[in-house]
């Protein structure tokens, strides 16, 4: 496909998903620059749950929390997937948190990618330090991740990183994990060693239509977290599968509206949920 065309779809769909998803709040006065592993030591306590359930929100949705996601911040989508979870596990505490960063609107990827992606990458190291520190302060506690849209991308790029870290602590982490949620998966790679779920099948996410820029990461998430992680896309998913809206079995199909609709306790996401939740420890 010629890069012209190639930025012509792109900008398309961004246009599209900009305005179907609300305004974001200002980015989060966290400095990009902090470094990812300076943590205060901090004490074990006698209250952490049986679960840390870590949620990231998608692009442009309310980082203080709205009342579909209950003000948790997590956004509803994930939100919904924490609630089944725990009608699942009543007899597991599970905690839910969210991650900190930006999430801006899909615009700021038409109007400075720089921007957003550095946003995004912020909140890769946000859940890097969140994990490393609930360690210290929870060393039994097991770990759930769960993401929607760029929030997905979110916790895909984190357990890239954890994955390829060869230190204690993030081979500890990676041994605590029961399950992984990535909800429409900008960052979806075809072969990806995860467990699919939804009509897309293998497909790609939009990462890849930006190039290096995105920082996607591109490799493959090991074996030894293969059958914990759920992704799940729809067919023609603007953000997650994001080829297939050009193609004729998609024709007429609102990619956007299935990206928007397609991740709130829909059967998909149920069974994926479901899944993750038969695994607690």
């Not at 992984?180 to 239509?209: F, H, P, V």
């Not at 799940?232 to 998609?250: K, L, M, P, Y």
Request: hydrophobic share 40%; aromatic share 6%; glycine share 8%.
């Amino acid at each position: 496909m010629g890069t012209r065309l190639r930025w012509y779809r792109l900008a398309l769909a961004l246009v599209g998903i900009t305005l179907s998803t609300a305004v974001a709040l200002a980015p989060s006065a966290q400095s990009l620059l902090t470094p990812e592993w300076d943590l205060e030591a901090a004490q074990p306590r006698e209250d952490c749950g049986d679960v840390l359930f870590l949620g990231a929100r998608g692009s442009g949705q309310a980082a203080g929390g709205a009342s579909a996601d209950a003000g948790t911040g997590m956004g509803p989508q994930v939100y919904a997937a924490y609630q089944r979870m725990a009608s699942d596990r009543p007899d597991r505490t599970i905690t839910p948190r969210a991650v900190v960063y930006p999430a801006q609107e899909v615009q700021a990827l038409a109007l400075d990618s720089a921007a957003y992606f550095a946003g995004l990458e912020q909140g890769v190291r946000d859940v890097k330090r969140t994990l490393r520190s609930e360690a210290l302060r929870c060393p039994d506690q097991r770990l759930v991740l769960a993401g929607y849209s760029q929030g997905a991308m979110v916790m895909h790029r984190a357990l890239q990183d954890l994955s390829s870290a060869k230190d204690p602590a993030a081979v500890d982490i990676l041994a605590r994990l029961d399950g992984a949620l990535l909800l429409a998966d900008g960052d979806r790679i075809a072969k990806d060693r995860t467990t699919n779920y939804g009509s897309a099948g293998r497909s790609q996410g939009i990462s890849y239509e930006v190039g290096q820029q995105s920082r996607a990461r591109g490799t493959r998430l090991p074996r030894k977290v293969a059958n914990r992680v759920q992704s799940i896309c729809e067919q023609a998913d603007t953000v997650c599968d994001f080829h297939s809206i050009f193609q004729s079995d998609s024709a007429g199909v609102d990619g956007v509206t299935v990206h928007v609709n397609s991740y709130t306790g829909t059967p998909d996401v149920l069974r994926a949920t479901d899944v993750v939740a038969a695994r607690l420890r």
